[in-house]
């Protein structure tokens, strides 16, 4: 659906993207990940027609957007990292203009924008003037925006910024059930939002793409051993000696007394032995229950990290 | 493309610039009907638009200082760019947005001739021809705002620099008359000139070779008219800028002489700068 091949931006002589190369299948729900400034808006913005690549091409559904960008800017809803809003048109003035710029007509053009009103939510804010709305209606107004035309691709940047925290369990939703019959791309550093929503993640850092999978596989594929976080009670020495004796544990460290007679420790084993059994039964011989057990995957934010600062040191 | 126009001419309204613009046209050229034609009883009524055209120094940037300036500034540039609409319609469809409102309180002035015209004789040709020079005059105002507007992101930076603008425009005639007229200075001003076109060039392709050959080209052609017409160059510095003195073209309007030539010159005028705001926002795009 959307193909990119060798994208460069240069602004003058700074470096914003460098030959940066994906493609999205049609209904694939693809999540950006970047620091500030690593080009999540820069390529969105180029693959929406706002800007122009210095080299390389964009493809949508098969049409250059540089070449024929009527015809390619059909098929793309954008909502840019600031809503583009008129502040003094109401709700209902606004999505008509962008119905009207947007060249929605024939008779479900007025059932297409209650449908979408609907799934947003801001029916009820309909004749009242956008500057006075409050940033989530701001954002969701954006949102209905990007909508009006049905288009194939949805680009996101940033969506649910400046939402309250149920809001953007719905917005979250409301991308996932998009994700059926759009193709979505959304940039985010909100990581748990990439992980809850998207299908594959892109990471991108300084103008390149780092690192490309299903969230799942990214932790998986990084983690370079398993670790738990355990509470034992019991005393100190006895526990750690116990544990030290279990087969295919790689590292042991203890984090203190947090709750009287017992102690936290974090402990480390290889990624493909499951030391849970064993530390069990390790415990129980000892008489020194276990009273809490957490297994410490690698989240993204780890990941994410990992992959940023590896590239940092790798130049 | 019309939806655009559409909702500029809505956005004036919803502020005080629209007002302010019908205001103050109304004002002067109601002002100008009292003194010129009620108090005096004097039937020339094309006199009223021909000292009107002043007011536009004053009106054309409160219409046209936010018509780019402030899509860039909220970003909402990034709908419109974005759209399935090209930038010739974008920038067509806001001039014409500020035109519309132009012509709708130049309509309302037309109740002056019809008051006149209860009185007495009255020239309705000349007085047609006057309305169109000072429309096809106020729209060509209206272009060079909206280039203005273009190059900003600031609406009072827009407002003052076409004021600027305007008001050099307006004196075009007189800084002509100061401007030397002998034959060297004309050939100077001519290379000059062709200098100037190969670096536009340059700048714009980035092609060492073309735009050499650019230079050379016009070189040889302006040496090739100094020998055999060397009179090209008598006033040719005024001749070039006279392109610009909008005004002075609108006197035979003002005379009642009704001609082919302003008006052309008009349309071409408007033309240029439209295209000018076009090529603006694609290089936008670009950098």
């Not at chain 1, 119905?99 to 449908?115: A, F, H, P």
């Not at chain 1, 791309?185 to 892109?202: T, W």
């Amino acid at each position: 659906m959307i193909q990119v091949d060798n994208l460069t931006k240069k602004y003058g002589q700074h470096l914003a993207l460098d030959s940066v190369n994906f493609t999205v299948g049609e209904g694939e729900i693809l999540g950006f990940l970047g620091p500030n400034g690593a080009g999540k808006s820069t390529t969105m913005n180029i693959l929406t027609g706002y800007i122009s690549a210095t080299d390389g091409h964009a493809l949508i559904n098969g049409i250059d957007i540089l070449e024929q960008p009527e015809e390619a800017k059909k098929m793309i809803g954008y909502l840019p990292e600031s809503p583009p809003l008129y502040g003094d048109m109401t709700v209902d003035e606004y999505l008509d203009f962008v119905s009207d710029i947007k060249r929605v007509t024939g008779t479900d053009r007025k059932k297409n924008r209650e449908r979408i009103m609907d799934l947003v939510r801001i029916g009820d804010v309909r004749g009242r003037l956008i500057k006075n709305l409050s940033k989530g209606y701001k954002q969701r107004v954006g949102l209905a925006q990007a909508l009006i035309g049905n288009p194939k691709v949805l680009i996101m940047d940033e969506p649910t910024v400046g939402l309250d925290p149920k809001q953007i369990i719905e917005i979250r939703n409301l991308i996932k059930d998009l994700g059926k019959d759009h193709t979505v791309i959304l940039s985010s550093h909100i990581l748990p939002e990439v992980s809850a929503v998207c299908e594959r993640v892109i990471i991108i850092n300084k103008g390149r793409i780092v690192a490309s999978d299903t969230p799942e596989n990214l932790s998986r594929g990084l983690g370079d051993s398993s670790k738990l976080n355990l509470r034992i009670a019991g005393e100190e020495n006895l526990i750690l000696k116990a544990i030290q004796e279990i087969d295919g544990i790689n590292n042991l460290e203890s984090l203190g007394v947090r709750e009287p007679g017992t102690i936290d420790l974090i402990v480390e084993a290889d990624p493909d032995v499951d030391i849970r059994r064993p530390l069990f039964h390790a415990m129980s011989k000892a008489s020194c229950p276990i009273l809490m057990m957490k297994s410490l995957d690698m989240t993204l934010e780890d990941i994410f990290l990992q992959v940023t600062t590896q590239e940092e040191e790798v130049r | 493309m019309v939806a655009i126009i559409k909702k500029e001419f809505l956005t004036y309204f919803k502020s005080m610039t629209g007002y302010v613009f019908m205001a103050s046209l109304l004002f002067f050229v109601g002002l100008f009907f009292v003194t010129n034609n009620l108090l005096i009883l004097n039937p020339q009524y094309s006199g009223v638009l021909s000292s009107s055209t002043f007011v536009f120094l004053l009106i054309v940037p409160v219409l046209t200082m936010r018509l780019m300036a402030e899509e860039t500034r909220q970003k909402t540039d990034q709908l419109l760019l974005t759209s399935p609409v090209s930038l010739g319609r974008i920038v067509m469809g806001k001039y014409l947005g500020a035109v519309s409102v132009f012509l709708i309180t130049l309509a309302i002035t037309f109740i002056y001739p019809l008051i006149l015209s209860t009185m007495g004789t009255i020239f309705w040709g000349e007085i047609i021809g006057g309305y169109i020079g000072f429309f096809l005059l106020g729209s060509a105002l209206i272009a060079v705002g909206l280039f203005v507007s273009s190059l900003t992101d600031n609406q009072v930076i827009a407002a003052v620099a076409t004021f600027t603008v305007l008001l050099v425009l307006w004196l075009m005639d007189a800084i002509i008359g100061s401007l030397p007229a002998d034959q060297t200075s004309g050939l100077i001003f001519a290379l000059i000139l062709v200098a100037a076109i190969a670096f536009v060039f340059y700048s714009a392709t980035r092609n060492l070779f073309v735009s050499g050959g650019v230079l050379l080209i016009g070189i040889l052609a302006v040496a090739a008219g100094f020998i055999i017409k060397p009179s090209l160059y008598n006033g040719f510095i005024g001749r070039v800028f006279g392109w610009l003195a909008l005004h002075s073209h609108y006197q035979d309007f003002a005379m009642g002489i009704f001609s082919l030539t302003p008006i052309v010159y008009y349309i071409t005028f408007s033309t240029v700068f439209l295209y000018l705001t076009v090529r603006m926002l694609e290089k936008k795009r670009w950098s």
